[in-house]
Every structure is written in C-alpha cells, then in structure tokens.
DNA sequence: TATTAATATTAATTAATAGTAATATGATAT
DNA sequence: ATATCATATTACTATTAATTAATATTAATA
C-alpha cells in the first residue's frame, strides 16, 4: 500500500522474506494445484489419503468414467502426485507425496468444516 | 483396498464421514484451487495476504504485464477471491476471503519452508 | 487357449485458458 | 481543456485441458 506507517514497515520485512520464498516455491506449487483444480481429481486425492484404492473402488467412489479416470490417475502418477502398483488384476493406487497429504488435510480443515 | 481388516473397517467409517464432506464441497473447492494454480496469480494473492496492495505495486512485486494483472484481477474479483476499493487515481485490491487467507497460509507453510 | 474382468491407450472434438497488443476510461494535475 | 498517469476492456491467436468413444493390453480363470 501507498501509506506506510512504523509498523507497517516491520510488516513489510517480515512479508518480504515469506513471499520470497512464496516466489522460489509458485512456479512449483501452482503446478500441483493445477491437478487438484478439479473437482473429480480433488476427490480421487482426497479418497487416496485415506489409503490406497484399485482403480474400480475409485470409480464406484467417484462415480467416473473408467476412461477419465484412468487418464485422471496416469497424469497424476507422471506429476508424482500418486503412485501405483500392480496386485494381481488390480491397479493399487496410493499417495507417496507427504506435502500432498498434509495440504488436502489442511483443505479439509478449511473448506469442509 | 481389497483386504479389509477390523482397523481399516473402522477406519473406512470415519473416511466416509469426512469424504462426504469433501464431495459436498469440491466442486467449490477446486473452482477455488483453479485459481490459485497459476504461478501469477498465486504470486499476487501471496502478496495480497499481506495486506492491500494497488495495481501497480502488484505490478512491481509480480512482474507482469499490465493488461494481464488487471485481466487476473478482474478474474479474481468476479470469483470473490480479491476485492477492490478506488483510492484517488489507484484501485486498491485486498483479500476477503478468510479461507483463502487461511488457505495461502498452509501453503506456504507446507511448501515454502 | 479362449474368455472375461480390470485397466490403459489413442484419437478426435469441444471448451477453457494464456498471452499479447491495441484501445478505452477515469482521475488528477497543469 | 488537455495532458498524463493508472487501470480496464476488447479482440485476437495460440495453447492447454476436458470429455467421450473406441480399441488395446494384461492377468486370471474356465
């Protein structure tokens, strides 16, 4: 803002540094929001944190099509969002990612209370 | 998962409970992230949690075109993500939304440590 | 080994977003 | 009243994402 007042001032410093930090991480952090931008996604996520699921009971869960949803979990799986891996005729999908689980929880917290 | 235990049996009934919630919720929520999951506009409303900012101090602080901060602004204001007040010559925009405060908040402390 | 269930891939269409440049508006100062 | 600064809007092109349908693959089973 165009006022500045002492404490202003102090404020500024204190926000300089977390926005720095803020500018090294958004290129980053904005590319994962972009998978959870989506409301199917976001909920295929959010089911994953409780625990790994087969591409079928992520389908009856989200009710999806078998298609988007494979495509769905691929593009995740090639960002590092999830993981996947074979059992029997089974696909088990899992989130590796602690930073992903630890900001669903916090969406949870805020969005869903 | 396919195996279920006593422990996940109990577990699947308070996932069920907050992932209820999570699907009442994500069609907002994303429409929410899809904002955010753009490194500019992450960026200005990084900087707008630390209080209201003109357009052409965004402008300094993100390095952007003109044209497109005020086109992400508009966008933004329409979504209810910033609001905006005349001040004189300048628009001042500022953030609202406390949830999108809080949000940005656990952002930056999940990635930006 | 032929069939089926589970999942992945491809292709094609449509919709949304990004980016740029040019022009317009609105407030202030001359 | 006009020139200038700050911001907004419009129009356009290029790129990316979403959706759907059809087909392919892989593992299990009869």
Redesign the pocket.
């Known amino acids: 803002m165009i006022y500045m007042t002492k404490t202003t001032v102090t404020k500024a410093a204190i926000q300089k540094v977390s926005m720095k930090k803020m500018g090294e991480h958004c290129e980053r952090v904005s590319e994962l929001l972009?998978s959870l931008s989506?409301p199917?996604r976001l909920m295929i996520l959010g089911h994953l944190t409780q625990g790994p699921k087969?591409?079928?009971e992520l389908?009856e869960l989200c009710s999806i099509?078998?298609?988007?949803l494979?495509?769905y979990?691929?593009r995740m799986r090639l960002e590092k969002l999830v993981n996947?891996t074979?059992q029997?005729?089974?696909?088990v999908y899992s989130i590796e990612n602690q930073e992903l689980v630890q900001l669903i929880a916090a969406i949870q917290k805020i969005f869903c209370c």
Chains 1, 2 share one sequence.
Do not use: M, P
């Open positions: 972009k989506h199917q087969t591409v079928s389908q099509s078998q298609s988007q494979s495509q979990l691929n996947r074979r029997g005729k089974y696909q």
